[in-house]
């Protein structure tokens, strides 16, 4: 299987501040990768896919790049609406695996 | 409205069984693999199963092989999981998901197996 390694797991940041997570996979997986915001008591909400293609709806301030084994997440100037929790997922082959999360705390 | 509606979820004892559902409007069903997804308590996103448009193919976690059944009725807009041989670890919210992209994610269901 291939693990996803998310840095930090934790990270306390203020609004207006730009942010970087990382993924990081066990194996090469070409950009076959995705983030996702979580909210608590909610599903996840696609941001990123193909590693750094944005869904449709999601704002300019997410932005996502790497390929091979190594990925970035970032928002620039956060917004309140921002502070959730993010994962990313590998699809370049099964099973489907998800990093362990980044939660991502007002400051 | 697009969207995807589980229901099924519910207390069971251990050994127990449930079938969950995830109930598809606002788009053709019938063109999406689709997915189960769960999170434990407090817990971290794992996936769980998939299944081809035509429910002729279908994928499992080694967690759940032998013991979970995903399937699918196109005519019905409807998407199943059946849970058999329930353990506590099975506890979690199961969401179901739209395609290659996981693009569209339903509410989720809470399925507690505890005795």
């Known amino acids: 299987d291939i693990q996803l390694t998310q840095s930090p797991s934790f990270l306390s940041a203020s609004v207006g501040d730009r942010v970087t997570i990382t993924c990081r996979a066990s194996?090469?997986?070409?950009?076959?990768l995705a983030w996702f915001q979580q909210k608590p008591g909610k599903a996840p909400k696609l941001l990123i896919y193909?590693?750094?293609t944005l869904q449709t709806g999601v704002p300019s301030r997410f932005s996502g790049s790497g390929s091979g084994t190594e990925f970035t997440l970032a928002i620039s100037s956060l917004q309140p609406e921002d502070f959730a929790t993010y994962y990313c997922q590998q699809l370049n082959s099964y099973p489907i695996t998800f990093g362990q999360g980044t939660r991502l705390e007002i400051k | 409205e697009v969207q995807l509606v589980e229901s099924g979820g519910g207390l069971v004892q251990p050994g127990g069984s449930l079938r969950l559902s995830c109930a598809a409007s606002g788009f053709t069903f019938s063109s999406h693999w689709m997915h189960w997804v769960r999170q434990a308590p407090g817990k971290g996103l794992v996936w769980v199963s998939r299944?081809?448009?035509?429910?002729?193919?279908?994928t499992y976690a080694d967690s759940v092989k032998g013991r979970f059944t995903i399937s699918r009725d196109n005519a019905k807009n409807t998407l199943y999981l059946q849970m058999n041989s329930l353990r506590a670890e099975d506890t979690a919210v199961y969401y179901c998901?739209?395609?290659?992209?996981?693009?569209?994610w339903g509410q989720g269901t809470l399925v507690t197996v505890s005795s």
């Open positions: 194996q090469g997986i070409s950009s076959f």
């Open positions: 299944i081809h448009s035509n429910g002729n193919s279908t």
């Open positions: 998901a739209r395609g290659g992209r996981f693009d569209l």
């Open positions: 193909a590693a750094s």
